[in-house]
Nanobody, 123 residues
Framework: QVQLAESGGGLVQAGDSLRLSCAAS????????VAWFRQAPGKERDFVIA????????YYADSVKGRFIISRDNAENTVYLQMNSLKPEDTAVYYC????????????????WGQGTQVTVSS
């Protein structure tokens, strides 16, 4: 299985941008669909965005559509989450997840997870 490690989280102000990275190790990202989920304190882990293994399709949660962009560099084994126009409600721990081929919006479908990175947006 691929191992994932997120980075890039931090404390920003509302309206700012932030880019998260998800780096794969042990094996290549090639062939894996990759998604980002987030979990705020006391809440369930929610789907944010996902991309297919080829990068030709992207799936968005309504709350981030038009603000978040996912991209992947398979040569570098890295997936990026560009977050723009951040809002306080975007505050959460963000997790990168991967599964073979098919992207879904369900956390239980993913069998590879990173450790998470905290994003805090102040108002």
């Amino acid at each position: 299985q691929v191992q994932l490690a997120e980075s890039g989280g931090g404390l920003v102000q509302a309206g700012d941008s932030l880019r998260l990275s998800c780096a794969a190790s042990r094996r290549t990202f090639s062939g894996y669909a990759v998604a980002w989920f987030r979990q705020a304190p006391g809440k369930e882990r929610d789907f944010v965005i996902a991309t297919t293994w080829s990068g030709d399709r992207t799936y968005y949660a309504d709350s981030v559509k038009g603000r978040f962009i996912i991209s992947r560099d398979n040569a570098e084994n890295t997936v990026y989450l560009q977050m723009n126009s951040l809002k306080p409600e975007d505050t959460a721990v963000y997790y990168c997840a991967a599964r073979i081929h098919i992207a879904t919006m369900t956390a239980g479908d993913y069998d590879c997870w990173g450790q998470g990175t905290q994003v805090t947006v102040s108002s």
